[in-house]
Structures are given as structure tokens and as C-alpha cells.
């Protein structure tokens, strides 16, 4: 338990809005501010402004698929395009959600709607947003199926999932594309489980014909070994849980944690979930070093990302 001495407590100040003013100065007020979420979200973009100026830092993103849907994807495509990460993992849905969004459109829905109309006439739900079902998986398969041919007819048998992201960003060349930008600034994006998504199906449906078509995971575990054995020091920006989470905080255990890290979720810590535990939870299992600069942000990231990283681009003056 940390001894708290009174003179060394900051007091808490009101957060004050002078005209002409930036959205990190306005994140420098509620760095001040003293309570709750605010504090914390000041913290976070603190952390990551310094993880940023560390030219030893190897910095890895981490992401879940359901923010793609959004229009958070640009948020993430602008990160990716400014080359402020080394890594990325994430999961199949990403990759799914990106290429839809990219072959066709999603549309503004809402929580509330009949799920059963919505099945009868061809749409699912993601939330409150609407994908029309045929701009998801039949797409997927229209456009994957060629895709996957050409590869094969290339000679290529294996891929990790590092390449095949790389191959899809190179095929797809859309520059509203998070794979796009991964593909063109060499950022290697992780996907731990490929085979639950779309994409993964259609890699599977292409091997059902062409059995000697594989996806070797073990070469994206080779290549995350390397960049950790080889890291001077490593930070994270992780959104929500899960595997792509989990792998991130895994992988870095092997040089003794994290040095920087921020994370962003909505879960609750009471039922000892992976997704609810706070960063500091990763301490006691040596994924997060105990002197690590690291805050947890409760908060929903479509809400949070777009103030974050606005504020880091103005800070890191990128």
C-alpha cells in the first residue's frame, strides 16, 4: 500500500477553456482536473506522447475487430499511415470489416432494432451498425476466391498471417485501408486467430480444393520473438481484450513486461476476466514491468480514440 503525504498531493484544479485552444490543451486541463476517467484519459495520452519520442521504444497497437465497423477505422488507418506503431495484432474481424468496408458500404442503425426483421431481409447487426449481408460474406468470397487462386497459381502454398495481411493490403490498395497503410510502411499486423473471422473461412473453403494451402501461425510467433528479443524497449496502445490483448502482454513477458502501456476498455474487473483486468493486473505476471509508466482508461474507444490520438499528433508534432 502506498503512503500518501499531503504535501506531495497535487490540488485539484477546474478545467478551463481559452479561446483559441487545441485538443491537447485541453487534455493538459484534465490531466489537472483530478478525478475519475479524465485524469486517466490525460494520463494515457501523457504515456503515449513519451512512448512516441522513445526512438528505442518498439510500439505495438492492439485492437479488436468491432471499432472497423466504425468509423474509428479511420481513426486507426491514420495511425497506421503515420507509422506511429511497429506491430500491430489484432484479430480475423478486422480484416473482415476493413475489406468490406472497402468492397462496399455499412450503414447507421441502431441498438433498438428487431434482429429478426433485420435476418429476414438480409442484414446483420454489429451494435448500431448495419451490414448488409451481402457486402460481407458472399463479397468475401467473391473477391478472397480469386484472390487466393492467384496466390496459389504464384506458387505460394504457406503463408503466415503477417504475409497474407501483407498480400491483401498490396491486392486491395485502398487508401481508406488499415492494411493498406500496414502494407505500404512495412508494419507487420499479427492475427493470433485467424481462423474465426470471414477471411479465416475463406482460407478454409480455398484449402477444402487445394489442401497444400496452409497458414503457418508458428512463423508469426517466430517473428514476434525476434522484435521482442531484440527490442530495446516496448510500449503498447491496447483497445478492448481478448486474444489480441493477451498476445501482446504474452509475447512481452519474455523480456520482462512492457515499459509503457496504456489500456482502453469497457469490462468490469469483478469477474477476473483477461478483458476486465486492468494493465497493472499484468504486473504480477511479469507482462508489464512493476516500474512501467501504464494506466488502465474505462471508457468506449469510438468516444475516446478520436480525442486521443488527435491530441498525441498535435503533442508528438507528427
Not at 486507426?76 to 495484432?89: Q, T
Request: hydrophobic fraction near 40%; aromatic fraction near 10%; proline fraction near 3%.
Amino acid at each position: 500500500m502506498v503512503k500518501m503525504e499531503l504535501s506531495d498531493l497535487r490540488p485539484v484544479r477546474d478545467i478551463e477553456l481559452k479561446k483559441p485552444f487545441s485538443i491537447s490543451e485541453i487534455i493538459d486541463e484534465m490531466r489537472d482536473a483530478g478525478g475519475f476517467v479524465g485524469r486517466n484519459l490525460a494520463e494515457g495520452v501523457e504515456i503515449l506522447t513519451d512512448m512516441m519520442k522513445n526512438e528505442l521504444c518498439t510500439k505495438f497497437l492492439s485492437f479488436p475487430a468491432a471499432p472497423v465497423a466504425t468509423g474509428l477505422r479511420g481513426i486507426l488507418k491514420e495511425a497506421v499511415r503515420l507509422d506511429l506503431f511497429d506491430v500491430i495484432v489484432t484479430t480475423c474481424g478486422t480484416l473482415d470489416h476493413d475489406l468490406a468496408r472497402s468492397w462496399g458500404d455499412y450503414y447507421e442503425g441502431s441498438f433498438d432494432l428487431d434482429d429478426r426483421v433485420l435476418h429476414e431481409e438480409g442484414y446483420h447487426r454489429l451494435g448500431n451498425v448495419i451490414v448488409p449481408r451481402e457486402a460481407y460474406g458472399p463479397m468475401l468470397e467473391k473477391k478472397l476466391q480469386p484472390f487466393f487462386k492467384g496466390l496459389y497459381d504464384e506458387g505460394v502454398r504457406e503463408l503466415s498471417s503477417v504475409e497474407l495481411c501483407k498480400r491483401l493490403g498490396e491486392y486491395l490498395k485502398d487508401e481508406r485501408s488499415i492494411l493498406y497503410w500496414a502494407w505500404k510502411n512495412g508494419i507487420p499486423i499479427v492475427i493470433p486467430g485467424l481462423s474465426d473471422g470471414a477471411v479465416g473461412s475463406q482460407v478454409w473453403l480455398f484449402s477444402q480444393i487445394h489442401r497444400d494451402f496452409k497458414i503457418d501461425i508458428l512463423k508469426d510467433e517466430q517473428l514476434l520473438s525476434e522484435i521482442i528479443f531484440d527490442a530495446k524497449s516496448t510500449g503498447a496502445l491496447i483497445i478492448g481484450g481478448g486474444i489480441s490483448k493477451h498476445h501482446v502482454l504474452w509475447w512481452n513477458q519474455f523480456r520482462g513486461g512492457l515499459d509503457y502501456a496504456v489500456y482502453i476498455t469497457t469490462a468490469v474487473e469483478y469477474d477476473g476476466s483477461l478483458s476486465g483486468a486492468q494493465i497493472k493486473e499484468a504486473i504480477s505476471w511479469g507482462k508489464v514491468k512493476a516500474r512501467a509508466r501504464q494506466v488502465t482508461i474505462h471508457g468506449e474507444a469510438t468516444a475516446l480514440l478520436p480525442f486521443m490520438v488527435a491530441a498525441l499528433i498535435e503533442k508528438a508534432d507528427l
